[in-house]
T-cell receptor, first 114, second 109 residues
Framework: DAEITQSPRHKITETGRQVTLACHQT?????MFWYRQDLGHGLRLIHY???????NKGEVSDGYSVSRSNTEDLPLTLESAASSQTSVYFC?????????????FGPGTRLTVT | GQNIDQPTEMTATEGAIVQINCTYQ??????LFWYQQHAGEAPTFLSY??LDGLEEKGRFSSFLSRSKGYSYLLLKELQMKDSASYLC??????????WGAGTKLIIKP
């Protein structure tokens, strides 16, 4: 069965360190997204990609970067982790952005920055 | 700005019916989604509305009124496993999803 996985599931890091969160999907979807979820807020879009070598900034992209070298993976990098980046991070993918195609979500990564 | 409003928390009784409302103001509209999210888990898709009216899918139904910027999710014959957060999301003119903060539904026996 196709799936979308994230690793690690939990991560504790120190302020100022670089951190990379992995996302891998076997749906063969062109569209991939990174969100963060914080109490009291809806899911907020960090970065997204519509295909290999395509990346775009979302609503809360400052301090984050992504790269898309193949269809399956969209790693998210925190260049210099800050306490404000403590959050739960979800990766998602979809077949299309039109026509009501749903986004499929990974299980999430809980990141704590101390 | 873009805004999605839904109640923070609702409580209902097992076997009953509950309606979760969502109002939105967005730049453009390309459909409204409802997702379910159990605590500590990923959101999962429930429904999609792009035209006005009611879409029924088993115990769950979703309604949309584009002129009023309003949707609701109706859950019938509530079961304990329906205890979860329900997320409303609108696809805007750029085909980006704008998410509400979610409604935590507590089911009591």
């Amino acid at each position: 069965d196709a799936e979308i996985t994230q690793s690690p599931r939990h991560k504790i890091t120190e302020t100022g360190r670089q951190v990379t969160l992995a996302c891998h999907q076997t749906w063969n979807h062109n569209n991939m997204f990174w969100y963060r979820q914080d109490l009291g807020h809806g899911l907020r879009l960090i970065h997204y990609s519509y295909g290999v070598h395509d990346t775009n900034k979302g609503e809360v992209s400052d301090g984050y970067s992504v790269s898309r070298s193949n269809t399956e993976d969209l790693p998210l990098t925190l260049e210099s982790a800050a306490s404000s980046q403590t959050s739960v991070y979800f990766c998602a993918s979809s077949e299309s952005t039109t026509g009501g195609y749903e986004q499929y979500f990974g299980p999430g990564t809980r990141l704590t920055v101390t | 700005g873009q805004n999605i409003d839904q109640p923070t928390e609702m409580t209902a009784t097992e076997g009953a019916i509950v309606q979760i409302n969502c109002t939105y103001q967005t730049s453009g509209f390309n459909g409204l989604f409802w997702y379910q999210q159990h605590a500590g888990e990923a959101p999962t898709f429930l429904s999609y509305n792009v035209l006005d009216g009611l879409e029924e899918k088993g115990r769950f139904s979703s309604f949309l009124s584009r002129s009023k910027g309003y949707s609701y999710l109706l859950l019938k014959e509530l079961q304990m496993k329906d205890s979860a957060s329900y997320l409303c999301a609108v696809m805007d003119s750029n085909y980006q999803l704008i998410w509400g903060a979610g409604t935590k539904l507590i089911i009591k026996p």
